[in-house]
């Protein structure tokens, strides 16, 4: 069974700097999709950044890039410039497409972002 | 385009009642799936469905839990008997099957339950 490991429960970063959240994963299958998703106090989780694991280059979402490691199983966020709307629990989920699409999830990190 | 919407946003019931949810996900949307997260922890996987077709049901925590989508549009989950165990937030997400980002859920904003 796929299982993602988020080892970081909490993290803070000062606003503007950059900020990585780690995340492995562990899979026999080849073809996967790998995302991240914020969820902010009291809101509901969005889609932060998502890469597909037969895709050699790492995905990047404006100020969101990841480290997408497939022979590690390894899978960080980078956050650059971080902005106090940052603060927000962050999800690392791995998804097994065309079989029944569940989305295997992390514990989460807790991500502060302080002025 | 409202996004995917869950009623109610907050339940409190006794342990050994019904509960019955609600989940309306984007109108063009044909895969809705529910999740369950309890405090500290990410989502897990409920059930999935295609259009009205509940395609994946195995995952369901007991067979306290069912859900159903008649119509192909909103879904409910319900969960009969509670227990205490089943308190925790409810996640609905919905997704475009067939489409190049079919993969990508789009999440509501929860179902807070409490079992007294």
């Known amino acids: 069974a796929q299982t993602v490991t988020q080892s970081q429960p909490e993290m803070s970063v000062q606003e503007a700097e950059t900020v990585t959240l780690s995340c492995t994963y562990d899979?026999?299958?080849?073809?996967?999709?790998l995302f991240w998703y914020k969820q902010p106090p009291s809101r509901q989780m969005i889609l932060v950044i998502r890469?597909?694991?037969?895709?050699?280059q790492n995905a990047t979402e404006n100020r969101f890039s990841v480290n997408f490691q497939k022979a590690a199983k390894s899978f960080s966020l980078k956050i650059s410039d971080s902005q106090l709307g940052d603060t927000a629990m962050y999800f690392c989920?791995?998804?097994?497409?065309?079989?029944?699409?569940?989305?295997?999830f992390g514990a989460g990190t807790r991500l502060t972002v302080k002025p | 385009d409202t996004g995917v919407s869950q009623d109610p946003r907050h339940k409190i019931t006794k342990r050994g009642q019904n509960v019955t949810f609600r989940c309306d996900p984007i109108?063009?949307?044909?895969?809705l799936y529910w999740y369950r997260q309890t405090l500290g922890q990410g989502p897990e996987f409920l059930t999935y469905?295609?259009?009205?077709?509940?395609?994946?049901k195995s995952r369901l925590l007991s067979d306290r839990f069912s859900a159903e989508r008649p119509k192909g549009s909103f879904s409910t989950l319900e969960i009969q008997r509670t227990e205490q165990g089943d308190s925790a937030m409810y996640l609905c997400?919905?997704?475009?099957?067939?489409?190049?980002?079919?993969?990508?859920?789009?999440f509501g904003p929860g179902t807070r339950l409490t079992v007294t």
């Open positions: 997400a919905s997704s475009v099957a067939g489409a190049s980002t079919s993969y990508e859920q789009y």
């Open positions: 899979t026999s299958e080849n073809n996967y999709y």
């Open positions: 890469q597909e694991a037969y895709k050699q």
């Open positions: 989920a791995f998804m097994k497409p065309f079989i029944n699409n569940d989305m295997r």
């Open positions: 109108s063009e949307h044909n895969r």
């Open positions: 469905f295609q259009n009205e077709a509940q395609l994946e």
